[in-house]
Structure formats: C-alpha cells, structure tokens
C-alpha cells in the first residue's frame, strides 16, 4: 500500500542552527504535502504545503523542498528556536481523492 | 476565531458504554475528518465527509459511526467501547481538496 515515512524519528539540534526534517513518500501519483507541528497535548498545526508543480516553498522562517525523482520532501526550519520543539508530520494527499496519508513523526528538540 | 472546537477533552469509559464525540468548525469548510492518534501510529483516518451530506469509511472505521449533522457539525460515535479504542481523537476540516487540514485540539479518550 501507499505509505508516508520519516527518516529520522528524532532530531537534537542547538539554538540557531538550521533543522531539516525529511520524508519520504511512496504514491507516485501524490499531487499535494504538507507540513505539520503538533506541540505536546495539542493538534497538529499547518506549517507549509507544496504541490507538485513546485520544487521549494518559502514561508516564515521554513523552507520545504519537493524532489518528485525520488518521492522526497523536506522540511528546513532556520535558526531553529526552543519553541520549535515538537513533533513535525508530512502528510501526502494522495492524488485525486480526498483523504491525507500522514507519517510518523520526527521529534525535534532544540537545545539552549 | 475558534477553528475547529472538540468536545469534550477528555473522558474515561468503562468497556461497552457508548458516547459521541462532537465536532465543529466555523470556518466554512466542505470537509471533516475524524483521526485517531496512538503512540507510533501516526494518524489514522476513520471516517471522513467530502461535503454536506456524505460520510466514507477511512483506514480503522470499525467500531465507529459517523454524523454529518450539518455543514459545521461532524460527530463521532462509539458504540460500544472496548479499550482498544483508546486513543486520542482528532476532528479536522478543511475546504477542499489541495488545501490543508486544519485540526482541533483533541479528545483523549481512555475506555477501561
């Protein structure tokens, strides 16, 4: 079947180094990814989404890199913040139907 | 702006009894999800509704049932718990397809 996976299901990194969270997808037919951060104890929140007529994506400190050759997406976050830390998701949607295939999860935390 | 609101936030069960879970969302939106997230996991869908007036089976939709009550409202109902339905629950909505998901905060749920 289809699936979504994390690299790297934890990440360490200190205070204003850059982060990248990677993905790997399986649905060659998948049009559309985007980017979630779930905080302890709450919903994932939006971050950033990229289709895939487009190979990067900039937004407020976050980068997100689509490699379509090898079904790859990442996610760079720069000078990385303590309230960065948080359980980042990619979530596939799949091409033509209406339900979103979402990875594991990679913990990051940030070191002060 | 609320967003997606869930209710409650959290509630024990004892095996057999049955609840609803409530739903809704102020942002205008075609689509509703409803996930389960257990520990490595990730999110699974349960049941889904494209629009008003639709539901559809996700990946885990045994045990559940589902109520498009009206283009805000999508309730999930449980209706006879068993602890494997443990879990915390996830209600999302966005307003169509390529756009993103948008979640509510969860209802952790324990059935003992």
């Known amino acids: 079947g289809e699936s979504v996976g994390l690299h790297l299901p934890t990440l360490s990194v200190q205070e204003g180094d850059n982060s990248i969270i990677n993905c790997a997808y399986s649905n060659s037919a998948s049009d559309y990814f985007i980017w979630y951060k779930q905080e302890s104890g709450k919903g994932p929140q939006f971050i950033i989404d990229i289709r895939s007529n487009m190979d990067k994506r900039q937004g407020q400190r976050v980068t997100v890199l689509l490699n379509k050759t090898v079904k790859h997406l990442s996610l760079q976050i720069a000078a990385t913040q303590p309230g960065d830390s948080a359980v980042y998701f990619c979530?596939?949607?799949?091409?033509?139907?209406?339900?979103?295939?979402f990875g594991k999860g990679t913990l990051l935390t940030v070191n002060p | 702006n609320a967003g997606v609101t869930q209710t409650p936030k959290f509630q024990v069960l004892k095996t057999g009894q049955s609840m609803t879970l409530q739903c809704a969302q102020d942002m205008n939106h075609n689509s509703m999800y409803w996930y389960r997230q257990d520990p490595g996991m990730g999110l699974r869908l349960i049941y889904y509704s494209a629009s008003e007036g639709t539901t559809d089976k996700g990946e885990v939709p045994n045990g559940y049932n589902v109520s498009r009550l009206n283009k805000r409202e999508f309730s999930l109902r449980l209706e006879s718990a068993a602890p494997s339905q443990t879990s915390v629950y996830f209600c999302?909505?966005?307003?169509?397809?390529?756009?993103?998901?948008?979640f509510g905060n969860g209802t952790r749920l324990t059935v003992t």
């Open positions: 999302a909505s966005r307003n169509s397809y390529n756009s993103p998901l948008h």
């Open positions: 979530a596939d949607g799949g091409g033509s139907n209406y339900k979103l295939t």
